[in-house]
């Protein structure tokens, strides 16, 4: 047949595959800005413009494109000028990992003036996973947020992102935009059971497949056990762990990988594996897992550190400070409740995948492999890749491109072990992308949690005990299991003064898809049981539930105390949070929402707080290097990933402010393991903290080698030299910085300096959350009416961003209080698979959200700044049930918040009568 189509205005006449959609059809040809965040329609990432008319190309047949005109994102601007919409989103910054933003420019700029008034219906094809949406509203309405600040006038302005030009063009490159020549696909066979042993594997049919080059089983791993999970110290996760094992524990472990010139003949390799099982006993429910009798999962000794593997006990953490028997004896009022947190998905938009090819080392000689990964951690991935496969560091490279969202769930080395097998067997390219449902069954999730309450205080509303008993669902592995456990009931428990605390958590092994690391990192989940009793306690005490908080949390000076004993490098360095609970008694005053609820809707209001470390323990290592280039402008390199945390931006201030000049002159190498020694990755809310430090440690370490060598060069005393944006004032002499950089190589000095910080000591950032909401008692519809959150951030560097990861942070938290959840059946085998069965958040469901910032100054992040990533998604699921609580009389304990259970609780509670109740 003939095929001729039209892209971008480039005629195209190459036929497309059988079934090819057209999404692949136009990556396959350069047109990179044309996302996968689903390939079944469901999210928007790879919208286009088919004769003008925005479709989903990944379930848009390509031949159906014959003969019409298609434009990509990248077609957008005509004549080097931005479209209008492009312009729009980069004023406000409309994004922050950026992935969706191409879907949504090709959604919006199509959409007439009647459209552009129901964005709730217009954007309904469309999702963000990072923004909370409101900067996209702000896009497509045409507010500017973004501010062109002075030579070193940046810190606490508004400077737009460095990617931001390339987001909104389609030009910016993630993981999988690249040309790779010689390139193989590898998919992966996964379990059908949830507990199995590999009797035998037959692969003979398979590798009779045109164009499959290999199939990988156990036989082919190597027999060393390690964690998925990526920490600094890799002692803190249990080596459980095999590249391909002979004993599958999920249903979705992987069992085998085929390598073939293309998807389709791997995926039809992959069926056409026989494998033979003997089925095992298996457990899914964490409580029945750690009894006598229960099913070992992993029968491993002590060299894998399990605490107690004939227990399925994969850690445990058990502590007492004071007498909890005696608080509560002496205690007015005893509240106990258990509470239990769903799992969750990360759902980030780009999936977990990898490209690994080889390149020629620059220095030693020979060859080298290079994973170019989607990932938060490329410096702790190197290291164990090198240890997995005995591989000396300087023959691995590791970098990450822009990544497309990560929250946790790309603190892992999940794809990359096992591409890298491949290609060093093979010696050709691989890339390994999962796809949407393997995301839901082949990553990793939320911890689900069981957090047991019991709280007393005195008339007045003194604490006198506070008691939990928790336990986390780690699934089939333990990466993050002990330490997300360890770390739940850490400031959870701190944040309050109460004379006797005890602690009896358990993190347990089932046989059900692995947990991992979660925004939060288990806080969340026990935040939500705690200040869902706090709220009960105050109503049987008769106290405002603000008063009894502001009677018992912790206040400057104080130290955050434990069942578990104190954390020595834990200092609160600056103290917001009575200003966020000042930010709840605002919202209390002046609010009038309530005028907005329809008539005979419920209504209630509720606030929660959360307070969160600015660090992870144990160390979290930064190097950053700042230099002078030879056309007078600037170089940072640093390892942290950027994944819209908007760290980039951030980096880029702090040297503009300590070396006196503008943002632009400032160019940023990043995420790869040639640029720095090492980077522990991103995540812990590190990236303006820990690697923020290094970078400034660098820049004026290079600021005073510049006066210096100027003071010399210039004769000039060093007290009466100013740097400037382009050049150094020398008591009215100006030198540019071009000629400083001349002068210097003239006499063989690099203008260069290093900066390193540890991650400790660490500060203390503090959350508020409120909301108005209204409850439809006939069916169960919960409306937002209003949204206020409280965040003490430190000195915020950049007002924008950070509004902007706190809305994010809430979007996310209100997704997992009021509908996601990741369902098992009585396998543990994933049913929602799919973000149509799993649903997101998308622009209709998410309020705008009033953030107001503490004025405060850290004494120990760089220029007084606080973490802001992970902190603003503790406090909202209690703060929702708080409220659902108020307009309801029923205490909700189970999360999510589904419509039609808030309809069968309200009805049970009609029927019983009134009264307090819970559901």
Request: net charge negative; charged share 25%.
């Amino acid at each position: 047949m003939s095929f001729s189509i039209r892209v971008n205005n480039e005629d195209f006449d190459a036929e497309p595959r059988p079934g090819q959609c057209l999404r692949t059809y136009l990556r396959d040809r350069g047109w990179f800005g044309v996302k996968k965040g689903c390939d079944a329609g469901d999210c928007g990432a790879c919208t286009v413009q088919v004769d003008g008319r925005p479709v989903h190309s990944c379930i848009y047949p390509a031949v159906r494109a014959e003969g019409r005109a298609v434009t990509t994102v990248e077609g957008l601007a005509k004549d080097g000028e931005l479209h209008p919409m492009q312009q729009r989103f980069l004023d406000a910054q409309g994004f922050q990992c950026g992935f969706c933003t191409a879907g949504f420019l090709m959604t919006t700029s199509a959409l007439n003036e009647e459209q552009l008034t129901d964005l709730p219906r217009s954007l309904k094809g469309n999702l963000c996973r990072c923004t909370g949406y409101r900067a996209i509203e702000d896009a497509i309405c045409g507010v500017k947020h973004t501010e062109e600040p002075g030579a070193g006038q940046a810190v606490g302005r508004s400077p737009g992102a460095p990617a931001g030009p390339q987001v909104v063009t389609g030009t910016a490159r993630y993981t999988f935009d690249v040309e790779v020549e010689g390139l193989l696909h590898m998919k992966l066979l996964r379990s059908p059971h949830p507990h199995a042993r590999i009797v035998s594997i037959d692969t003979a049919h398979a590798l009779r497949v045109a164009g499959v080059h290999a199939v990988f089983t156990h036989h082919d791993a190597p027999d060393k056990l390690y964690s998925s999970a990526r920490h600094e110290h890799p002692t803190e996760d249990p080596d459980d762990t095999r590249v391909l094992d002979d004993v599958v524990r999920f249903v979705g472990q992987r069992v085998a990988a085929v390598v073939a010139e293309s998807e389709g003949a791997a995926e039809e390799a992959c069926r056409r594996i026989e494998v033979e099982y003997e089925l095992l006993p298996f457990v899914v429910d964490p409580e029945l897992a750690m009894l006598p009798g229960a099913p070992v999962i992993h029968p491993k000794g002590p060299e894998s550190r399990i605490f107690r593997a004939e227990d399925n006990v994969c850690g445990e953490v058990h502590g007492e400070l004071g007498s909890v028997e005696q608080g509560f004896a002496e205690a007015d009022v005893v509240y106990q409740e258990t509470f239990q947190t769903q799992r969750v998905q990360h759902a980030s938009l780009e999936t977990h995948g990898c490209v690994v090819y080889f390149e020629e080392r620059e220095e030693g000689g020979g060859e080298r492999i290079v994973v170019r990964s989607s990932t938060q951690v490329p410096f702790l991935t190197r290291r164990a890749l090198c240890d997995l496969y005995d591989l000396p560091k300087e023959r691995v490279r590791v970098v990450a491109g822009r990544v497309g969202g990560g929250f946790g769930g790309k603190q892992e080395m999940l794809t990359e072990d096992i591409a890298v097998l491949a290609a060093l067997r093979l010696h050709r390219p691989v890339k390994l992308e999962f796809t949407r449902p393997e995301q839901f069954y082949g990553a990793t999730t939320r911890h689900p949690f069981k957090v047991t309450v019991k709280v007393g205080a005195k008339a007045d509303g003194t604490l006198t005990a506070l008691q939990f008993r928790v336990v986390s669902n780690t699934g089939a592995y333990g990466n993050h299991g002990p330490a997300v456990m360890f770390h739940s009931v850490g400031e959870s428990m701190g944040v309050y003064r109460a004379p006797n605390k005890k602690v009896n958590a358990y993190s347990v092994y089932t046989n059900c898809v692995p947990a991992g690391a979660f925004r939060g990192y288990g806080l969340g989940q026990v935040t939500f049981a705690l200040e869902s009793a706090m709220d009960e306690l105050a109503r049987r005490l008769d106290l405002d539930p603000l008063v009894l908080r502001e009677k018992n949390v912790i206040g400057p000076g104080d130290h955050m105390e434990g069942p578990c004993g104190e954390e020595e490098d834990l200092h609160i360095a600056s103290y917001g949070l009575d200003q966020c609970l000042q930010v709840v008694r605002d919202a209390l005053a002046d609010d009038t929402s309530a005028e907005l609820a329809p008539e005979g809707w419920l209504v209630g209001q509720g606030f929660a707080m959360a307070a969160i470390a600015t660090g992870p323990p144990g160390g979290h290592f930064a190097d950053a290097t700042v230099k002078l280039l030879d056309d007078g402008t600037y170089d940072i390199a640093v390892g942290t990933a950027e994944f819209g945390n908007g760290t980039t931006t951030v980096h880029k201030q702090i040297t503009a402010g300590a070396l006196g000049t503008t943002v632009d002159r400032i160019a940023i190498r990043q995420s790869d393991t040639d640029v720095v020694k090492h980077d522990t990755g991103a995540f812990g809310s590190a990236g303006t903290v820990v690697a923020g430090k290094a970078v400034m440690k660098a820049a004026n370490a290079l600021a005073e080698q510049l006066l210096s060598f100027t003071a010399e060069y210039a004769r000039t005393p060093r007290s009466l030299l100013r740097l400037t944006a382009d050049a150094v004032e020398c008591d009215g002499r100006v030198v540019t910085l071009k000629e400083v950089f001349e002068a210097a190589r003239g006499k063989g000095v690099e203008l260069s300096a290093d900066g390193h910080w540890g991650g400790t000591p660490r500060s203390v950032a503090f959350n508020s959350q409120w909301f108005r909401i209204a409850v439809d008692p006939d069916s169960g519809e919960i409306r937002i009416l209003r949204s206020v959150h409280g965040a003490d951030a430190g000195k915020v560097m950049n007002p924008m961003q950070c509004r902007g990861q706190v809305e994010g942070g809430v979007a996310q938290a209100l997704g997992a209080t009021l509908f996601e959840r990741v369902l098992v059946d009585d396998r543990g085998e994933v049913t929602t698979a799919a973000f149509r069965r799993y649903r997101l958040p998308a622009y209709a469901d998410i309020p705008r959200t009033e953030v107001h910032f503490s004025e405060t100054s850290d004494a120990i992040g760089p220029l007084g700044a606080k973490s802001m990533s992970e902190s603003p998604f503790n406090p909202v699921p209690p703060a929702f049930a708080n409220a659902l609580r108020d307009a309801t009389g029923i205490r909700f304990t189970e999360a999510p918040f589904l419509r039609d259970h808030v309809w069968r609780a309200l009805d049970e509670h009609r029927r019983n009568g009134a009264g307090a109740s819970r559901a």
